[in-house]
């Protein structure tokens, strides 16, 4: 090889680099990052903190930052598809992570062509895998897939994947609780249920779209199948709720049991159903 082909040759691979390191961060994945930050990662920014900043992580409360990025995100996910999202899941968590089975379910969602395409961006990508933030995204992801699947009408898949999102979510807090371990903002010192309050508006959202999930069933017969077998366990996650003082999952769960009260005694007992429309109809809820 002349000294000119190798003169063009690096060149080319320069300007290949270029072209990867200016190339946008999709949305989603910009989004994620940046909740990274705000629950005290450090994979967006290789910028050591100082202690004023770990200090005020400390004192920071999961749930509320939480719900506000969701608020400044809604954007995003609007215009998010089942194949941003696995492509996004793809880069983000890590699978050998905690989030590991999340990540298979979000992957599973697209078709076999489409999945070896995020597996190519995925390595192509030298973006780190989300820390401090990877269980409150990993819920993230699964909220907006089971949206998308059931504005799709794909009543039944949205059912199915919440279920399993749900249980996913569950099983996130249980170990937060039984092993103190930090499920939110990894640089919290308080640890246990305090640092896994991340989790709870998200899953709040699950809940609310299994419910409606579950009405888009299309036959009044499985409606009604489907809504009286979740019955024991929205009671059973509302006491639970209770206990880890989740006023999040509490509000949601007892407005979809009072509204499940309502679709099946409506017009038998006028008095109730009465006073059920007032309790829904409160700013409360």
């Given amino acids: 090889m002349t000294e000119q082909e190798t003169t063009e040759k690096d060149a080319t691979t320069t300007e290949q680099k270029k072209e990867i390191s ?3 961060t999709p949305p989603l994945e910009a989004a994620a990052r940046r909740l990274e930050r705000l629950l005290g990662g450090t994979t967006a920014s290789p910028v ?3 202690d004023s900043t770990v200090i005020l992580s400390q004192h920071t409360n999961p749930s509320k930052i939480v719900k506000r990025w969701l608020g ?5 996910a609007a215009k998010a598809t089942l194949v941003d999202v696995s492509s996004a899941a793809s880069v983000l968590l890590d699978p050998l992570g905690p989030c590991a089975t999340g990540r298979d379910l979000l992957l599973n969602l697209t078709t076999p062509e489409t999945s070896m395409e995020v597996e190519g961006e995925e390595e192509t990508t030298k973006e780190p895998h989300l820390i401090a933030a990877t269980r409150e995204v990993e819920g993230w992801l699964l909220s907006l897939s089971v949206r998308l699947l ?8 949205a059912l199915q994947l919440a279920t399993q999102s749900i249980a996913i979510l569950t099983t ?3 170990d937060a609780t039984s092993h103190g371990a930090v499920a939110g903002a990894a640089s919290s010192a308080r640890g246990g249920l305090s640092a896994a309050a991340g989790l709870y508006p998200l899953l709040a959202r699950i809940y609310r779209y299994r419910s409606l999930a579950a009405e888009g069933l299309g036959s009044e017969e499985l409606v009604s199948h489907a809504v009286a077998g979740l019955r024991t366990d929205m009671v059973a996650a509302h006491r639970m709720a209770c206990l880890r003082r989740d006023v999040d999952n509490q509000a949601t769960l007892l407005n979809l049991m009072l509204n499940d009260l309502l679709n099946a005694d409506q017009g038998k007992h006028p ?3 009465r006073v059920l429309k007032i309790i829904l109809s409160s700013r409360y809820f």
Avoid: I, M, V, Y
């Fill in 22 to 24: 200016t190339k946008p």
């Fill in 48 to 50: 050591s903190k100082s």
């Fill in 72 to 76: 400044t995100s809604s954007g995003t």
């Fill in 150 to 157: 059931w504005r799709d009408q794909k009543a039944a898949e």
């Fill in 172 to 174: 996130h807090l249980q």
């Fill in 271 to 273: 008095l109730s159903f």
